[in-house]
Each structure stands twice: as C-alpha cells, then as structure tokens.
C-alpha cells in the first residue's frame, strides 16, 4: 500500500517503495503510456504522474503548464481543447523510437492501473483546483476500486484542502521544497498521511524525518537519481524514494537486502 515502506522477504529489515517519478522517465518520454509501462516492468511499486486540466475541463498527464517541452505542440495547456492536445506527439522529442506517444489522459491511467494491480499511484495534482474540479480524479479513482492504491498529493495546500473536501477517505500528501517551524502544523490541518520533501530539505535538515514519522506522517523523497543520495535516505529511514530511475533502484535495494 503506498505511504509504508516495504519488507524486505530476504531478511525482514525495511526498505523504502520504489517511486517511478513520472514513470521510468530515464528509459521512455515522461508521462506517457510507455513510461508507465516500462516502470511497471522494472518492478516500481508506485507511479508518480502528474495532472492538469484543459480548456474544456478534462484531465491530462502533463507536468508542465505548457505543451512546449514534451510535445512538438506549444502554448499553454489551458488554452487547449482535449482533442487538440491528443493530437500532439509526446514522444519524438525524447528518441525517435517514441514517436506516436501522446499526452495520456487520466482515463487511461486508470485502465492501466487496473491491469496492473501491484502498481500504486502517487498523483500529483498541479496547480488550484476546486472541490468540483479534484471530483475529475477523485471520482473515477473510487469508480474503478482504486482509491486505496493511491495517494494524492499537491504543492499548492487549497488543492490538498479541495481533495480533502471531496473525498475524505482518499489519503492525501503535502508536496514541500523547505522544512518550515510549523510543516506538521500544516499537514495536520490538511490531514494529510504523507508529506513528502525535496532531497535537499533531507540534505539541510536531517531531523525531518524523524519529526514527520513523530506526527503519525510517511515520508517520500524527490526526486533522487544516485546511489549516495539513496543510501543517505535509506539511513533516514524515508518510506518511499521517488526517482527517475526506479529500474537502477529496485536492483539497488535488492542488493542491499538480498
């Protein structure tokens, strides 16, 4: 379930949950269908995808708040209709081998995630969005039997609030890139299970996790991509590590409790 660190079978210590940050974003263009894959055959235990809304309301797979960087589209995505943004290519721009990929819909990552029953969900809702707006996720998560495999998370703390207002039972995160005095304060008005920092807020302040575990509060760590990084989490005892290599880490943690 995500939001607990794994047992190892080898020798029963714990190990944190392989987080795929927008799928297994090293080997395929991220999120899209064909990173989601290659994260689920590399043995991730979670996907970290990112959503927004177009124009007419519906929900994408998108990181950023343009086509531009992932797409041979440009303009702002909330300037696009759904139709518009399907017929853009997200793959190209990371090998030929991806042409043809597109902005996945979250339709789709429901689908699947339902063919995939050991893949959790980690969803990062990007920017404010309304109680009746987070329903466009909330709704089609509990639908299809899939809310307890998934956190949702945000930076923005209204949008948690929103989650939090449109499903209570859906487990929420709090996103944060700094350790503030009152971070727990926060997270429990959010009620949230999880928050979940910035490698670098571990590197200046270690005590953070030890705190957040203190609150009742799981741990996942963005985005680390090296082996030194990883133990340093590890020895901290995060709950997940999210990361562009989930491949290069599940082998790495096996190594270590093998």
């Known amino acids: 379930m995500t939001g607990t660190a794994g047992l190892s079978e080898a020798d029963g210590t714990l190990r944190p949950r392989v987080v795929a940050h927008r799928g297994n974003s090293a080997v395929a263009p991220q999120n899209t269908l064909a990173a989601f894959e290659a994260a689920a055959r590399a043995g991730a235990d979670s996907l970290e995808i990112d959503v927004r809304l177009t124009v007419d309301g519906e929900v994408v797979v998108l990181h950023d708040d343009t086509v531009d960087a992932t797409t041979n589209g440009s303009g702002k995505l909330t300037d696009l209709e759904l139709r518009e943004v399907r017929l853009l290519d997200a793959g190209s721009w990371f090998s030929p081998a991806y042409a043809g990929q597109r902005v996945p819909t979250f339709a789709e990552v429901i689908d699947l995630l339902r063919v995939r029953p050991r893949l959790d969900l980690l969803l990062e809702v990007k920017g404010a969005w309304s109680v009746q707006e987070v329903r466009r996720v909330t709704g089609p998560l509990r639908e299809a039997g899939l809310a307890a495999r998934t956190v949702a998370q945000s930076f923005w703390p209204e949008t948690v609030a929103a989650l939090r207002d449109a499903d209570p039972g859906l487990r929420r995160g709090l996103l944060v890139t700094a350790a503030r005095d009152d971070l727990v304060e926060r997270c429990r008005e959010l009620d949230v299970v999880m928050c979940n920092p910035q490698?670098?807020?571990?590197?200046?302040?270690?005590?953070?996790?030890?705190?957040?575990?203190?609150?009742?509060?799981?741990?996942?760590?963005?985005?680390?991509?090296?082996?030194?990084?990883?133990?340093?989490?590890?020895?901290?005892?995060?709950?997940?590590?999210?990361?562009?290599?989930?491949?290069?880490?599940?082998?790495?943690?096996?190594?270590?409790?093998?």
């Not at 571990?202 to 991509?225: F, I, S």
């Open 199 to 258: 490698g670098t807020v571990l590197r200046d302040d270690p005590g953070v996790v030890a705190r957040l575990h203190d609150a009742g509060l799981a741990t996942a760590v963005w985005t680390l991509n090296e082996p030194e990084h990883w133990a340093a989490a590890v020895a901290l005892g995060v709950d997940e590590i999210i990361t562009d290599r989930p491949d290069r880490l599940a082998g790495w943690l096996a190594g270590r409790v093998g």
